[in-house]
């Protein structure tokens, strides 16, 4: 069976592109999504599936009944896109001044989308039932998963798969790891509350910049002198704020950071160890701080039967060239509570374009993929849900 979804993929491979570059042109924010779960949701009722709308807030969940018994298996993939102006020059780019596809979501909506057609076509044969869930919300945590999840997308589902187009690794890899394979990821603020004045009479003052810089650098101690180093753990400042004219010193300074971990005692250490620091050199320059640390979401962990079944079912199928067991990244997803729930993996496709001078990264203003990568992805899911059992 899975020839046949194959071949039919095949046909449908130019309307996933021009499903890819539709929402890639019209790209929504996290938990500010109204035309994407409104387009994913006609989508599904024309193939005639059951459809839930409005799920966990904005997400959307289609059935597709098979012809015969067996296991309830859940796919999904995320459409939400980030506060990034586009910069690529291409037909497709964003018509959203500020917001792009920076990600790769919108061709995880344009794979589920040919692969729940291409399915579809073979309902008669397939056993058991495919939950496709269509996810908001997952840039920006707490993320689109968890309320999907309590409002019940995962309702009878025995397993669960899902994938991220990579865009910095060839077309044609896939890659698979059982256990920890992304990371926790966290957010932290700090706000020293100092005293301000002239630039000129520093010793009248508190100065929250350089309270704050004390800070930064002493930061960076955490992880090298803390950490075991068999463990692993970034923390990373991504913004430091301190607006004020050239010759006044501030009275406040604001950081604003990341930690990103896989083991929960490490994740609970470091929490603990950035409120001491902060006391500690607020302390010594008798000033006060506002310290708030904010739990993203979870490690994503693989489930070590399901990865090695998924790894098994990629050998063969059109485009596959390499199967990795990759590295785990320190990147975060909320696909990490999904995996708390039920049983199932995630894994990556390469989405590089061997002919491309530069491949950007994630994020990146002048992201792109090559959309080829969505039907390996499709067809590597499709052969997992057929064969499983």
Known sequence: MENKVYDYLDTLYNEMVDIRRYLHQHPELSFQEVHTPKYIAEFHEKLGHKVETNVGGRGVVARLEGGNPGPVIALRADFDALPIQDEKETPYKSTVDGVMHACGHDGHTATLLGLAKALNKVKSELKGTIVFIHQHAEEYAPGGAIEMIKD???????????????????????????????AAADRFEIKILGKGGHGAMPHLTKDAIVIASQLVGNIQQLVSRHVDPQESAVVSIGKFEADNAFNVIADTAKLVGTVRTFNEEVRDQIEADLKRLVDGVCLGADVQAEFDYFRGY??????EEETAYLAAAAKGVPGVEIIEDMKPMMGGEDFAHYLEQV????????????EWETAYPHHHPKFDIDEKAMLI?????????????
Not at 167 to 174: F, L, N, Q, S
Request: hydrophobic residues 40%; charged residues 15%.
């Open 343 to 354: 049983k199932g993996t995630f894994f990556f496709t390469g989405a590089k374009n061997p």
């Open 152 to 182: 019940g997308c995962l309702d009878g589902v025995d397993v669960i798969f899902g994938t991220h187009l990579w865009a910095t690794e060839p077309v044609g890899k896939i890659q698979y790891h059982s256990g920890p394979v992304m």
């Open 298 to 303: 979870p490690p994503v962990v693989n489930h």
């Open 377 to 389: 992805a499709a067809k590597t899911m499709a052969k997992a849900v057929i064969q499983y059992k």
